[in-house]
């Protein structure tokens, strides 16, 4: 059970626009940052959004974060094949002093 | 361009110790700044943090895991390892190295290794 929610799934076309959602508590997301790792097929994760909202130089701009309270969104615009991967959010916690991830979410393009 | 690369066995028998090393190429770990990192994924699971080091040796480590982990860095070798004791079928996973800013975002990462627990 991980102390990030994430939905274990998601899916959509190319060109939709998808968002994951990441829900946390006071602990973590409500008072840390939040960062986001794309996971490709059979590498390591990837650095995608960092402190909420910021993107890595090199990451295209269809990648966009937010944080709104306790809970955290990747959205993912003009959706690509190669969009296909796991997704996982991340934030310190200052009540288990420990860097916490989310469960991962599958994103699949149909 | 930061380029990280794990090592070590890919077998360890129960109750031995798990010992991994991290090799970083374009950058020095000496220059500071950076938390250098370990994170393992078991199979087909989630991604869990084990703990960094500093340059200067100072350590954190996840209280879960901080009982048998040990973290070093060898500055010299612009190495860092991992040292896991006591160990069961339950550490079975890939072990990844990663350098994190001080904010602990892990912005590179090396492939990961696969390290299996098994007599």
């Known amino acids: 059970q991980s102390v990030l929610t994430q939905p274990p799934s998601a899916s959509g076309t190319p060109g939709q626009r998808v968002t994951i959602s990441c829900s946390g508590s006071?602990?973590?997301?409500?008072?840390?940052?939040v960062n986001w790792y794309q996971q490709l097929p059979g590498t390591a994760p990837k650095l995608l959004i960092y402190?909420?909202?910021q993107r890595p130089s090199g990451v295209p701009d269809r990648f966009s974060g937010s944080k709104s309270g306790t809970s955290a969104s990747l959205a993912i615009s003009g959706l690509q094949s190669e969009d296909e991967a796991d997704y996982y959010c991340?934030?310190?916690?200052?009540?288990?002093?420990?860097?916490?991830f989310g469960g991962g979410t599958k994103l699949t393009v149909l | 361009q930061v380029q990280l690369q794990e090592s070590g066995p890919g077998l360890v028998k129960p109750s031995q110790t798990l010992s991994l090393t991290c090799t970083v190429s374009?950058?020095?770990?000496?220059?500071?700044?950076?938390?250098w990192s370990w994170i393992r994924q078991h199979p087909g699971k989630g991604l869990e943090w084990i703990g960094y080091?500093?340059?200067?040796?100072?350590?954190y480590y996840n209280p879960s895991l901080k009982s048998r982990v040990t973290i070093s860095v060898d500055t010299s070798k612009n190495q860092f390892s991992l040292k896991l004791s006591s160990v069961t079928a339950a550490d079975t996973a890939v072990y990844y190295c990663?350098?994190?800013?001080?904010?602990?975002?892990?912005?590179?990462w090396g492939q990961g290794t696969l390290v299996t627990v098994s007599s």
């Open positions: 990663a350098r994190a800013t001080q904010e602990v975002v892990f912005d590179y």
């Open positions: 374009g950058g020095s770990i000496s220059s500071g700044g950076y938390y």
């Open positions: 991340a934030a310190w916690d200052d009540s288990l002093n420990d860097l916490v």
């Open positions: 402190s909420n909202n």
């Open positions: 080091i500093y340059y200067s040796g100072s350590t």
């Open positions: 006071s602990s973590n997301i409500g008072s840390n940052t």
